[in-house]
Structure formats: C-alpha cells, structure tokens
C-alpha cells in the first residue's frame, strides 16, 4: 500500500486518477465505486501475472481543499502468483501517468477525456463483472503446463527406453 498526494481538489483528482488509468498500458478496466476506483489489469504472459487488482482510495475527508491524498494497493487478482523475473508493478505505471498529468490544466486532461475516451473506447466499466479477471485463465494455463509437462516426460522416457 502506498500513497500519494496530487496538488488537486478531490474532484480534479479524480479526473486525473481516471485519464492515468485510460493511459496506463496495463490497465484493461476500471470502476469508479465512491471513494474507491477498482482497476484491473487482466492477463499478461510477458510478465507471469494472471491478473492484478489495483486499489485506489479517494476518501472525501481530506486535510485540504487544494491536494488529495490518493492511497493505492495491489493485489493479485488469481489464486496461483508465480514469481516473476521482471520488477513488473501495474501500481508503478499508474503512479507514472499520474505524475505526468498532473501539471497538465484539468481543462485539457477533460477535453482528452472526452474526445479520446468516451462511449466504447474508455476502459470504463458500470458493474464489478464487467471487470476483467485472471482466475480462469490462470486455471487454465496451469492446466495445460501440467498436460505439456506431462508429454515431455513421457517423450523423453521413451526416448530413453531400449
């Protein structure tokens, strides 16, 4: 879990946090829920990640009116984590975009919005199962590295044999 202040009202933060996630390449959904924004990054193979739910809390109490402070976790969203040997962290690409927005007016980051990102194209979905998800495709892979597993050792014990 970490945190992070943007130098916004709520409001504007808000706008920023969902252009980073429209932006940020492993994102492939996002729900706006409150105070809290549930993004999801969905399978990625590259990286051994059956999926990753990325946590952003926006609470409405905040210290000041011209900065928010954003608190943001990850978790992984299938029940199997494989070690990765990359430093891969979806998190570390939202933080990204949300730096780089942040000194852009919010009038222009909402003009993008709106003409890049509305309808079909945004990232943006209304029900939690909407949401992409990593655990059946995660069963399955497994699935098939056990099956693939399987007939290489038996080719090579056949291969072995007289």
Known sequence: MESLTVSRSREDTLTVVKAALEIADPISTYRVDGETITAKTGHRPLHFRFGSVITIEVPGDQQTVS????VISEEVDAG???????????EDSVFDAIENLEEIPIQKIEQDLDRQYSGSRSKEVDRPRDQVGGKLKAALLSGLYALLGSVLMLVVLFALSP
């Open 67 to 70: 900065e928010t402070l954003l």
């Open 80 to 90: 199997l984590k494989f070690r990765s040997r990359s430093n891969f962290r979806p």
